[in-house]
């Protein structure tokens, strides 16, 4: 089975420090790794996937995140912080064997402070 | 390019009433899901579609029902509204490119049973 779990529904930083959105999953195959972002009252977009061709992937508005198979984590940075990352981030895993069935974390909002 | 259209963006209902949920994409994906987003949950899969006449269900299908009768379209039909089917409802598409599909989510749509 597939499961995806974020560490901390609300993380707060102060603008221009580093952002660490955490994300473990668990699967029985090779997975396919997302990372979505929800601003207030939208639809969720793709900030960046991990497809197995590099361990870190470099996605928009300057974040990041590094697939580690032995932690199996894929934790999304950023190093500086702006007012406009403020927003929820959902982690996503989907089995490599299988198109349809994405599976989500709870979320993560993120506040920056000014 | 419009991408994924939902309507309606807010609906209140009455329990036991009934309605349809529209989702149309044009972008020609072949794959379809409803969502539903609840505080602090994640996104669930409700049911989603491979291919015009073929759907399938997802994590959390009672209570509702699908037909894709079209690539384009994706409706998602509440029968008898209870107040447990309170949620955001996000329909999204995706096609299959390099192994690796994106979600391309609607603004998403705000159901109320009272």
């Known amino acids: 089975a597939q499961s995806v779990t974020q560490l901390g529904s609300h993380v707060s930083v102060s603008e221009g420090a580093l952002v660490l959105l955490r994300c473990n999953y668990s699967s029985s195959v090779p997975p396919y790794l997302f990372w979505y972002v929800q601003y207030p009252n939208q639809g969720l977009q793709l900030l960046l996937k991990?497809?197995?061709?590099?361990?870190l992937v470099k996605g928009i508005n300057g974040f990041e995140a590094e697939f580690k198979k032995s932690e199996t984590s894929f934790h999304l940075t950023k190093p500086s912080a702006h007012m406009s990352d403020a927003a929820e981030y959902f982690c996503a895993v989907r089995r490599g064997d299988n198109f349809n069935k994405f599976y989500f974390g709870s979320g993560t909002k993120l506040n920056v402070k000014p | 390019n419009a991408g994924v259209t939902q309507t309606p963006k807010f609906r209140i209902l009455k329990i036991g009433q009934s309605m349809t949920l529209q989702c149309t994409q044009d972008?020609?994906?072949?794959?379809m899901y409803w969502y539903r987003q609840d505080p602090g949950m994640g996104l669930k899969l409700i049911y989603y579609?491979?291919?015009?006449?073929?759907?399938d269900k997802g994590e959390v299908p009672n209570g509702y029902n699908v037909s894709r009768s079209t690539t384009e379209d994706f409706p998602l039909r509440l029968e008898l509204a209870a107040p447990s089917q309170t949620s955001v409802y996000f329909c999204?598409?995706?096609?299959?490119?390099?192994?690796?599909?994106?979600?391309?989510f609607g603004a998403g749509s705000r159901l109320t049973v009272l």
């Open positions: 972008m020609n994906h072949n794959y």
């Open positions: 991990y497809t197995s061709a590099a361990t």
């Open positions: 999204a598409s995706s096609d299959v490119i390099s192994g690796a599909n994106v979600l391309t």
């Open positions: 579609s491979v291919g015009a006449g073929i759907t």
